[in-house]
């Protein structure tokens, strides 16, 4: 069983996590990457734990594999299996937790024009689809943290997400809570008995386009309310569109009840591409509901 922590860490809370999980048998390889290298970039850490679970498989040929990466740690992991493919056959399941997968808002904050700005730009890169490419061959768990209806305190629950996945959502468990909680522990737990747990990422098609847009950024649902209509879908939902005092753009989906399914935002460079996106969809659902 690999854990792997993630940004600003070392590894002692994964050990925790891994005395809760390990069953008589497993081995338990926690890395503690190095804590500077963990401000710089993630190459170096993709590729020392890469190394690590290469030595690991020599000595144990064929045994199956279960992963479990927090925050970064597990982006760390979707980039490991993405070079390593052949590797994939012999994981028995991936879990992530609080992992960043479409791209931390807080990383597009520090490096807005996705330049590469050290571990901001690793972190702002919006890995989802490479993620959905791997949860469609490997069993795989999200488990997102709900501290304040629509994030952990640090990573918003919509960019945990990505189809073919299962997902996990524990309301009140922050961040850093997540790396060791109980729950956390016995969610992962109950996913290994049947690897079905929670429920199916499934997104519908106008998601889907905006999660196309360059530089769309998910976000937190906090600002909703401040939303405005500007079109009906054709499932009876609404998109929705606002912008912050800073002149950034966002956009919001909502279903037929008014519930917020999905939030969103872009910088300034990709405000025209949002534009164009939304035009489009506002053609297409428009013939489609006549």
């Given at each position: 069983m690999f854990l792997q922590h993630g940004w600003a860490d070392d590894n002692r809370a994964m050990l925790k996590?891994?005395?809760q999980l390990a069953?008589?048998?497993?081995?338990?390889?926690?890395?503690?990457?190095?804590?500077v290298q963990t401000w710089l970039r993630i190459d170096p850490l993709i590729q020392e734990v890469e190394a690590i679970a290469q030595t690991t498989m020599a000595r144990h040929p064929g045994i199956p594999l279960r992963i479990v990466g927090?925050?970064?740690?597990?982006?760390?992991w979707l980039e490991v299996l993405n070079r390593n493919p052949s590797w994939r056959a012999n994981v028995h399941s991936l879990v992530l937790v609080g992992s960043p997968v479409g791209g931390a808002d807080l990383g597009r904050i520090l490096d807005p024009l996705?330049?590469?700005?050290?571990?901001?730009?690793?972190?702002?890169?919006?890995?989802?689809?490479?993620?959905?490419h791997i949860a469609a061959i490997v069993p795989t768990l999200i488990i997102a943290g709900d501290l304040d209806g629509g994030s952990d305190g640090v990573v918003p629950v919509?960019?945990?997400?990505?189809p073919h996945a299962q997902f996990v959502r524990l309301p009140g468990i922050s961040h850093p809570a997540l790396r060791?909680?109980?729950?956390?522990?016995?969610?992962?737990?109950?996913?290994?008995?049947?690897?079905?747990?929670?429920?199916a990422v499934v997104l519908d098609d106008v998601i889907h386009r905006l999660h196309a847009v360059p530089g769309m950024t998910d976000g937190h649902m906090r600002d909703f309310a401040k939303s405005k209509v500007l079109f009906h879908l054709k499932n009876g939902?609404?998109?929705?569109?606002?912008?912050?005092?800073f002149g950034v753009a966002h956009v919001f989906v909502a279903d037929?009840?008014?519930?917020?399914?999905?939030?969103?935002?872009?910088?300034?460079?990709?405000?025209?591409?949002?534009?164009?996106?939304?035009?489009?969809i506002h053609q297409d659902e428009h013939l489609s509901i006549q």
């Open positions: 996590l891994g005395e069953i008589p048998g497993t081995e338990v390889v926690a890395s503690s990457l190095n804590y927090h925050s970064m740690g597990g982006l760390i996705q330049v590469g700005v050290g571990i901001a730009g690793d972190l702002g890169k919006n890995r989802k689809a490479l993620a959905a919509e960019c945990t997400r990505f060791s909680h109980s729950s956390v522990a016995a969610t992962i737990r109950e996913f290994w008995v049947g690897l079905q747990v929670g429920e939902g609404t998109l929705r569109t606002w912008t912050n005092v037929a009840e008014g519930t917020c399914r999905y939030a969103g935002f872009v910088g300034w460079l990709h405000n025209s591409d949002l534009q164009r996106a939304i035009a489009n």
